[in-house]
């Protein structure tokens, strides 16, 4: 018995394709009788006609192995495409870099351990690239006020 145009009707009704309806074996006799949306919708609510559930791709591997690069696994030299400055930009290394220097700079003159021209003149040179970083920063204020 072919139950094409049922299968047809059913999966237009439905919104899905031919391929995940599924007719109950032993109501084949309604179902090749049913010539309507109408009769296909009847089946539906009945129970003769199902929908089988989509098939999905298992995330399972893919969390597994983000889970591992978290680590620092699998990124050694073999698996880098991109140069060095593609995937860590000297832009947003310097941006990085300026803003914890002036943030720094900022929590000290709030907390009046250098006054304001100090601050101005340490915020030129920071702009100028002479801290490498937060500690250095520090360091150099210590030498100037101690020495």
């Known amino acids: 018995?072919?139950?094409?145009?049922?299968?047809?009707?059913?999966?237009?009704?439905?919104?899905?394709?031919?391929?995940?309806?599924?007719?109950?074996?032993?109501?084949?006799?309604?179902?090749?009788?049913?010539?309507?949306?109408?009769?296909?919708?009847?089946?539906?609510?009945?129970?003769?006609?199902?929908?089988?559930?989509?098939?999905?791709?298992?995330?399972?591997r893919h969390r597994k192995k983000v889970e591992q690069k978290r680590k620092g696994r699998h990124k050694g030299y073999a698996r880098r495409s991109g140069t060095k400055n593609a995937r860590n930009p000297k832009k947003r290394v310097w941006i990085r870099k300026i803003r914890s220097l002036r943030d720094e700079l900022r929590k000290m003159k709030d907390e009046k351990k250098i006054d304001t021209p100090t601050y101005r003149k340490l915020y030129r040179r920071a702009k100028g690239n002479l801290f490498h970083s937060r500690r250095h920063l520090r360091e150099y204020i210590e030498k100037i006020q101690n020495g």
């Open 1 to 60: 018995m072919n139950l094409g145009s049922q299968k047809r009707l059913a999966a237009e009704v439905m919104g899905v394709g031919i391929y995940r309806i599924n007719i109950d074996p032993e109501k084949i006799a309604d179902v090749s009788e049913a010539l309507t949306r109408d009769d296909i919708r009847d089946l539906i609510r009945t129970g003769a006609i199902t929908i089988s559930q989509k098939k999905g791709i298992s995330r399972g």
